[in-house]
C-alpha cells in the first residue's frame, strides 16, 4: 500500500513509543539510585537488536522515522544498560561512561559497515544478506522479551513485571507494523520482525492475566456471591418478600399481569417495614 503519509504518522508514533517506554526509566533509575528489577543482558540484547534492524530499514528504504527507531532504541537501551552497571554492580562513573561509549561508537560502526555492505549486495542481486539481518534483528528482539518469560516461569508470578513498559513496547510495534503495511511495497521481512515481537508481547499480557487478573477475578466473583446469598438468606428480605408473595397470588390470568402485582406487594410490604421502623 502506497501511504507515505499514513506510513510516516505511524512510524513516527512507533519511534516515540519506544523512546517513551525507555525514558522515564532512566528517569527511575537516576531518582531512586537503584536498577532494581533491570537485567544488564536484556539491555544488550536490545542494543544489539537495535543495529541490526537499523540495518534492515535503512537498507529497505523505510520511512525516515522506521531509520529513526532502531537508533534510538540501541542508544536509550545502552544508557539503561550503563545504570545496570552502576547502581547493580557498582561500577564507578568513569568506567561506566567509557564502557558506554566505546559500546555506542562499535555498535554504530558495525551498522555503518553493515548498511555498505548490504547496498553493495543488493546492486548484486545478493538479498539473503537483508533477510538474514531482519532474522537477527527479530531474535533478538524476542530474546529479550524471552528473558520476562524466564523470569515469570521461575517465579510462577508476574510480579515485578512492568505492564505500562511492555504495553508501550507493544503499541510501538503495531503502529510500526501499521508503517511498514503503509510502504510504496510490503515487506514481509519487516512486518515479521515487528510482528513476532507483538505475539511474544501480548504472551506477557495473557500470563499476566493468568497470575494477577484471574485470581481478582475469581475473588471477586466469590465475594458477589456471598453478599447475594447473605442477603437472600436474611429474614425480611426483598427475595422472601417475594417468594411468599408468589405462593399467594393466583388471581392474574397471565405472567405479566401476574408480575405487576407481585411488584406492588413487594413495595407495600416494604414500605410497611419502614414505617415500622
Same mark, same amino acid.
Given at each position: 500500500?502506497?501511504?507515505?503519509?499514513?506510513?510516516?504518522?505511524?512510524?513516527?508514533?512507533?519511534?516515540?513509543?519506544?523512546?517513551?517506554?525507555?525514558?522515564?526509566?532512566?528517569?527511575?533509575?537516576?531518582?531512586?539510585?537503584?536498577?532494581a528489577?533491570?537485567?544488564?543482558?536484556?539491555?544488550?540484547?536490545?542494543?544489539?537488536?537495535?543495529?541490526?534492524?537499523?540495518?534492515?530499514?535503512?537498507?529497505?528504504?523505510?520511512?525516515?522515522?522506521?531509520?529513526?527507531?532502531?537508533? /534510538?532504541?540501541? =542508544?536509550?537501551? #545502552?544508557?539503561?544498560? &550503563?545504570?545496570?552497571?552502576?547502581?547493580?554492580?557498582?561500577? *564507578? $562513573?568513569? !568506567?561506566?561512561?567509557?564502557?558506554?561509549?566505546?559500546?555506542?561508537?562499535?555498535?554504530?560502526?558495525l551498522?555503518?559497515?553493515?548498511?555498505?555492505?548490504?547496498?553493495?549486495?543488493?546492486?548484486?542481486?545478493?538479498?539473503?544478506?537483508?533477510?538474514?539481518?531482519?532474522?537477527l534483528?527479530?531474535a533478538?528482539?524476542?530474546?529479550?522479551?524471552?528473558?520476562?518469560?524466564?523470569?515469570?516461569?521461575?517465579?510462577?508470578s508476574?510480579?515485578?513485571?512492568s505492564?505500562?513498559?511492555?504495553?508501550?513496547?507493544?503499541?510501538?510495534?503495531?503502529?510500526?507494523?501499521?508503517?511498514?503495511?503503509?510502504?510504496?511495497?510490503?515487506?514481509?521481512?519487516?512486518?515479521? /520482525?515487528?510482528? =513476532?515481537?507483538? #505475539?511474544?508481547?501480548l &504472551?506477557?499480557?495473557?500470563?499476566?492475566?493468568?497470575?494477577? *487478573? $484471574?485470581? !481478582?477475578?475469581?475473588?471477586?466473583?466469590?465475594?458477589?456471591?456471598?453478599?447475594?446469598?447473605?442477603?437472600?438468606?436474611?429474614?425480611?428480605?426483598?427475595?422472601?418478600?417475594?417468594?411468599?408473595?408468589?405462593?399467594?397470588?393466583?388471581?392474574?390470568?397471565?405472567?405479566?399481569?401476574?408480575?405487576?402485582?407481585?411488584?406492588?406487594?413487594?413495595?407495600?410490604?416494604?414500605?410497611?417495614?419502614?414505617?415500622?421502623?
Amino acid at each position: 500500500m502506497n501511504q507515505p503519509v499514513i506510513s510516516n504518522v505511524f512510524g513516527t508514533l512507533g519511534a516515540t513509543c519506544w523512546s517513551i517506554q525507555l525514558v522515564p526509566q532512566i528517569v527511575l533509575n537516576y531518582r531512586r539510585h537503584s536498577a532494581a528489577g533491570l537485567s544488564t543482558g536484556f539491555m544488550l540484547l536490545w542494543s544489539m537488536a537495535g543495529i541490526f534492524l537499523g540495518t534492515y530499514n535503512i537498507v529497505s528504504g523505510f520511512n525516515l522515522a522506521l531509520q529513526i527507531q532502531p537508533q /534510538i532504541l540501541s =542508544t536509550l537501551s #545502552l544508557i539503561t544498560m &550503563g545504570q545496570c552497571l552502576y547502581y547493580a554492580r557498582n561500577w *564507578g $562513573l568513569i !568506567k561506566v561512561s567509557a564502557f558506554t561509549s566505546c559500546m555506542m561508537v562499535v555498535l554504530g560502526s558495525l551498522e555503518y559497515t553493515f548498511v555498505y555492505a548490504l547496498q553493495i549486495g543488493i546492486q548484486r542481486d545478493t538479498e539473503w544478506p537483508k533477510t538474514f539481518m531482519s532474522a537477527l534483528a527479530a531474535a533478538l528482539l524476542v530474546a529479550g522479551v524471552a528473558e520476562q518469560y524466564a523470569a515469570i516461569y521461575k517465579n510462577k508470578s508476574v510480579e515485578g513485571i512492568s505492564f505500562l513498559f511492555c504495553g508501550l513496547d507493544a503499541l510501538g510495534d503495531i503502529t510500526s507494523l501499521i508503517s511498514v503495511i503503509f510502504e510504496p511495497q510490503v515487506n514481509i521481512a519487516g512486518s515479521t /520482525i515487528y510482528a =513476532t515481537e507483538l #505475539l511474544f508481547w501480548l &504472551g506477557i499480557f495473557a500470563l499476566g492475566f493468568y497470575y494477577k *487478573g $484471574l485470581p !481478582k477475578s475469581r475473588r471477586l466473583i466469590r465475594t458477589v456471591r456471598a453478599i447475594l446469598l447473605t442477603y437472600q438468606s436474611r429474614p425480611g428480605s426483598r427475595q422472601t418478600d417475594v417468594q411468599d408473595i408468589q405462593l399467594e397470588s393466583t388471581s392474574s390470568s397471565t405472567s405479566v399481569f401476574r408480575l405487576a402485582q407481585i411488584g406492588n406487594q413487594v413495595r407495600e410490604r416494604e414500605a410497611q417495614r419502614l414505617d415500622t421502623a
